[in-house]
């Protein structure tokens, strides 16, 4: 349980829910700063049927102190499916069915239906950084112990931070290696100043996207959480659920998640919302931290061209620029953001394996896989739109030090 023999002092207790702990003790751990964190964001998932219906179920792992006060933790949920994860292992599930083994269930550290990189071994920031590290090792540890102990077939961490990720790999975790496309805030004072830095084709063409927007007559507004109406999020709503109905897709989320993590993450959700004919016709949701935009959910009564791209994209950079925000996180995949100014980032997560015979095909797979992506990253990032070489090592970053 603690090879170190320095940590005699801490108990461990898996909550099915968030309910039972206090959202200041969950929050300090990691839920201050990242929305998606928050227990706000987690609980609201778990009261407005959007989780279980779904195969998700909540185990979250919470270690507390001699005085019972949580000092780690780590979002924990056991799965039945593979759905709203963005790390896709169908193919590992069906390798499993062919072997006559089951994949299902396993468990999972992550966000549900939200491929944003952040913590996932959550530790009281009060700690010195050599007991943080303890606790993060002790974390991995009881998680696979607890894999192990419920007979469940593997255990992943999904879109880990670069510590996260760094301790995993030493700890000889199966590392799965994803891109995402971000954009990043070089100072810029104006949204001109950003289209100042892309070649003279790029420039124009988003150009030319906005103008069809205003030329169309249709207006954008941005609401916070702390300031929308009811009416405007069910709308909204309506949006989400037939963008999904169009595609075949499920509708995870319920009405009653937006209204309640409108209200309860106040400036940290924000709503994008596009006006024709005084009707609203389209819409973005998004979350905020400190430095970081995060768009999420989008959704629309008509079609205008352009209308997702100035929706998703173009209010987000206004956005980040006027409120000096540092990235832009649009979503996953959408290789048509790179022209947009939005460039390749690697994303990652790690993976525990339980069955013996199963194990080293997977690790194959991945070495396999890392290369694959690797080179597709590099290759990606020759199609950035900025004139200067800006950029050129964001896709490597974090990617070199764990070759």
């Known amino acids: 349980m603690n090879p170190e023999g320095e940590l005699e002092w801490l108990t461990l207790k898996v909550h099915e829910g968030l309910g039972s702990i206090a959202a200041k003790d969950w929050d300090h751990l990691g839920g ?25 179920f909540p185990r979250h ?33 069906s390798a499993y069915e062919r072997a006559g083994l089951s994949y299902y269930p396993k468990l999972v550290s992550a966000i549900p239906y939200t491929p944003v990189t952040g913590s996932r071994l959550l530790i009281a920031p009060r700690m010195p950084a050599a007991k943080k590290h303890l606790l993060r090792k002790f974390l991995i540890q009881e998680t696979i112990a607890l894999t192990q102990k419920n ?6 961490w999904l879109f880990t931070d670069e510590t996260d990720t760094a301790l995993l790999d030493q700890q000889g ?25 892309l070649s003279s084709k790029k420039r124009k063409k988003i150009k030319r996207e906005r103008r ?8 954008m507004k941005i609401f916070h959480g702390d300031e929308i109406d009811n009416t405007v999020l ?7 659920v037939a963008t999904f109905e169009r595609h075949m897709g ?39 931290s400190d430095t970081t935009l995060y768009g999420r959910y989008w959704g629309c009564r008509d079609t205008f061209h352009s209308l997702h791209f100035e929706t998703c994209y173009y209010q987000g950079i206004e956005y980040c620029i ?44 991945c070495r396999h896989e890392k290369q694959i992506m690797q080179a597709q990253c590099d290759s990606l990032q020759s199609h950035s739109p900025y004139k200067s070489s800006f950029g050129d090592h964001q896709s490597n970053d974090g990617i070199d030090s764990l070759a």
């Open 32 to 56: 201050n700063d990242d929305p998606f964190l928050s227990h706000a964001f987690l609980c609201t998932l778990e009261t407005t049927d959007c989780l279980e219906p779904h195969g998700w």
């Open 61 to 93: 792992l919470v270690i507390h102190d001699e005085l019972g006060r949580p000092v780690a933790a780590t979002p924990l949920y056991v799965k039945t499916n593979s759905y709203g994860e963005f790390v896709f292992d169908w193919s590992w599930a």
């Open 151 to 156: 007979d469940i077939s593997s255990m992943h």
């Open 173 to 197: 975790l199966m590392l799965r290696l994803g891109c995402q496309y971000h954009w990043r805030n070089r100072g810029y004072f104006e949204f001109d100043s950003f289209l100042a830095e």
């Open 212 to 219: 069809r927007i205003a030329e169309a007559g249709i207006r």
């Open 234 to 240: 069910d709308t909204f709503y309506e949006f989400y």
């Open 250 to 288: 499920i509708p995870t989320l319920s009405r009653e998640f937006f209204h309640n993590a409108a209200h309860s993450l106040g400036r940290r959700f924000m709503l994008v919302m596009a006006e024709y004919e005084n009707q609203w016709v389209a819409g973005a949701v998004h979350f905020l």
């Open 322 to 365: 006027s409120r000096g925000l540092s990235r832009f996180e649009p979503g996953a995949q959408g290789e048509h953001k790179i022209s947009r100014g939005f460039l390749p980032t690697p994303t990652w997560s790690a993976h525990w394996i339980s069955n013996d015979f199963m194990r080293p095909h997977l690790e194959a797979f």
